[in-house]
């Protein structure tokens, strides 16, 4: 049962949209179809470059171009008005959002607290971003979606440090959570620390229900808003929210105590931050500070997530993670993993401790006062230093709860910082496919194919009679590179479905012992034919353990009838 103790339901949140006015949130809807303000809408008035320097917080591209729009079409005012104010951080005035959005008008605009007065003059300024945000198909093959989010504004839209309960935006770690969310369809999902809510409008896409919580009271009401604001698009009845989406207000799994969920998701406060004696929670950036020393928070969910997810439950969330002077990178997360549960981290990035604290300063607009800024440097470097950190790693975190207790875990460490496909989401699921797969069947008797984004290299050097490197490349997926054996890549080559990796596995046996009465064996390399001992036993079982790790990393396949 949902734990009422922690259930949100207020809509009137101080400096937060109101979303207790079904009427005017019907009327902005209507207004900002009827403008086009969606994602194409808006790249398509301002031009490419323009658009992608605003996807760099660069706003004077976007307000020359929307200049010459206007100029060039009289009817690209709305949308141009609607733009500059929400994107460009340009007041406007009140009779120009009267003509552009006259569903709601100026008047519902202040209603709703989307925008408020500039001090001394006739012009309304933005007091939350809204922006447009869509896809055009879902990740699990179902419609796409036009939706507007609304968020605090951004450091390049307003003066001074942001503030400590900032609402974040559509950023890079959201997106690139929802690119590595493995979509399928379970009846009860949790977005853990929802922020403005964008892993909530994905999950309503396959998800039967939704249970988003946050310790931000002010980031709910925008989640809540956002919600009511594109119920339709996302099937939502706003007079019966509760049947699928429920807001709770509370400290990281707290307010899910006893409850189970099929698939969890979750972008935590996990940046780690200087702790100071005596410092208040109000002090810390909630969007990003769980408040906890070093990369404990991180280290808490992997230990506690396995106790919400549902048998055969999965868990996806970002983090960072602190590495030691003199240590492998994995050592800190391999510690922090029950042995009972599947793990997979894949670490993206690994940065030094300068350039962590740069990027978190610069996040926050910290680096406005220069006093200020050369401290809370400074005690970024005293931190790290004070727990032997070296670098700070940042990657991708996959955690799935066993469907039977009998069923053997398996965990995976592995470091990937080369551009891969997005979004990864699909692959990363169909690898805990065939991970099951290899669980349950015998890899002698599987009939294999090589994938179809599969490709293999040979290099040698001139005049050689064989190749010295033979390597296996992906195209899709995590475009893995794979470094063969002369009889491996004969192995591959045999791949056609037609008999089982045990029988080839004998071919190749028959062929590299059968010469020397199965004691010995000739295996070329790069300089020729060398001569050496060959056990038949040990050749196939290393064989066919190589062969499942080709299945377990997609560059083999298993057939199907």
Not at 39 to 57: K, S
Not at 133 to 147: F, I, Q, R, T
Not at 159 to 170: A, M
Not at 286 to 314: E, F, K, N, Q, S
Request: glycine share 10%; aromatic share 6%.
């Amino acid at each position: 049962m949902p734990n009422s103790l922690y259930e949100f339901t207020a809509g009137n949140t101080p400096d937060a949209p109101r979303s207790d006015l079904p009427d005017l949130l019907t009327a902005l809807a209507a207004d900002l179809r009827a403008v086009e303000y969606t994602l194409d809408g808006v790249a398509n008035l301002l031009g490419e470059p323009a658009y992608t320097a605003l996807n760099r917080d660069q706003t004077i591209p976007g307000l020359l171009a929307a200049e010459r729009a206007v100029r060039r079409d009289d009817g690209a005012k709305a949308l141009a008005a609607v733009v500059r104010l929400w994107l460009l951080a340009e007041p406007q005035p009140e009779e120009t959002l009267d003509a552009a959005l006259p569903g709601i008008r100026a008047e519902g605009l202040l209603a709703l607290g989307l925008v408020e007065p500039v001090p001394g003059t006739a012009l309304l300024a933005a007091k939350a971003d809204l922006r447009p945000y869509g896809w055009d198909v879902n990740e699990d093959g179902s419609g796409g979606a036009e939706l507007w989010v609304a968020s605090d504004l951004a450091a390049h839209q307003q003066e001074g440090v942001l503030c400590h309960d900032h609402v974040l935006g559509i950023g890079q770690a959201s997106t690139t959570l929802v690119q590595t969310t493995f979509r399928r369809h379970t009846e009860r999902a949790l977005d853990l620390g929802t922020g403005c809510g964008i892993q909530a409008f994905h999950l309503l896409h396959h998800c039967e229900h939704v249970t988003a919580t946050d310790i931000s009271e002010r980031a709910l009401a925008f989640t809540r808003f956002n919600i009511l604001l594109n119920a339709e698009a996302l099937s939502v009845d706003p007079d019966r929210l509760g049947d699928r989406v429920s807001l709770r207000l509370g400290s990281l799994l707290e307010p899910v105590a006893g409850e189970e969920f099929g698939l969890v998701v979750s972008n935590p406060p996990f940046v780690i931050t200087p702790r100071s004696a005596g410092e208040d929670a109000s002090e810390q950036f909630t969007y990003r500070d769980g408040g906890m020393p070093g990369d404990g928070i991180v280290a808490a969910l992997v230990a506690d997530l396995p106790a919400v997810l549902a048998p055969g439950g999965t868990a996806q969330m970002l983090g960072n993670w602190e590495v030691a002077e003199g240590t492998a990178w994995q050592e800190r997360p391999q510690s922090w993993v029950d042995t009972g549960l599947d793990a997979w981290f894949i670490q993206r990035e690994l940065v030094s401790p300068e350039e962590y604290a740069e990027t978190w300063l610069r996040d926050a607009s910290e680096g406005r006062d220069r006093e200020h800024y050369q401290d809370a440097y400074a005690a970024y470097l005293a931190d790290f230093e004070s727990r032997n950190v070296a670098g700070i790693g940042f990657g991708m975190v996959l955690l799935r709860r066993p469907l039977s207790p009998g069923q053997g875990p398996f965990t995976r460490f592995e470091e990937i910082t080369y551009p891969i496909e997005q979004p990864i989401g699909p692959h990363l699921g169909a690898a805990l496919e065939r991970q099951d797969w290899l669980a349950a069947n015998t890899i002698e008797d599987a009939h294999l194919l090589v994938a179809d984004d599969v490709t293999e290299e040979r290099h040698q050097r001139p005049g050689a009679e064989h190749p010295g490197v033979i390597l296996l490349r992906q195209g899709a997926g995590l475009r893995r590179t794979n470094l063969l054996s002369t009889e491996l890549a004969g192995f591959v080559s045999a791949c056609d479905g037609d008999l089982t990796a045990g029988q080839i596995a004998g071919a190749l046996e028959a062929l590299l012992g059968g010469g020397f009465g199965g004691s010995s064996g000739v295996s070329p390399d790069a300089d020729g034919i060398r001569e050496e001992a060959f056990d038949a036993g040990t050749f196939r079982s290393a064989l066919l353990a190589e062969a499942a790790n080709l299945v377990r990393d997609g560059f083999l396949i298993p057939a199907t009838d």
